[in-house]
């Protein structure tokens, strides 16, 4: 496969380089890059977890923390899953924070998944940086990208395994 770029960087893309089976990812949020191109992972794997992350996905949690600043959001998402003793409650956290346990690629990126009727509200925050940023999409664009990634890698299995 090489390189898959899905999206439009100037908003909201994934880029994938694979390596037989092994698979380098990163997020274009405003041009701005997120993750470590360095890093691999098995391919089977990043696919299982973009599935999951898809599947998972809790759209009520997204209607409930959107009224929110975007500090406000960050500070209730990552100190919340990270100070969580309650199973179910990290579990809802991490289902709109996408970077979390992907991929070793965005290890220390965060990356919030606001998806409510209205919009796709992305809350992001590079490695290293004290910068909380944010964009507003297309409602649906992130998880709709995502999806098209995810078939593109499903058809491109298919086609290797025959």
Known sequence: ?????????????????????????????????????????????????????????????????????????????VNGYEESTDWRESHELESIWITLNLTPCFDGEIFI?????QCDRVIWKKFNSKVIRESFLPPGYVLEHMRSLLNNLLKQQIKTSH
Do not use: P, Q, W
């Open 113 to 117: 998944l606001l998806s409510i009727k």
């Open 1 to 77: 496969m090489g390189n898959l770029i899905i999206g439009d960087k100037a908003l909201f893309s994934i880029r994938l380089e694979t390596d037989g089976h092994f698979a380098s990812a990163s997020i274009f949020c405003e041009h701005e890059e997120l993750g470590n191109n360095d890093e691999y992972t098995l391919l089977h794997t990043l696919i299982s977890l973009i599935e999951t992350k898809i599947n998972n996905y809790d759209y009520s949690l997204a209607d409930k923390i959107n009224h929110l600043d975007k500090e406000s959001v960050y500070i209730y998402v």
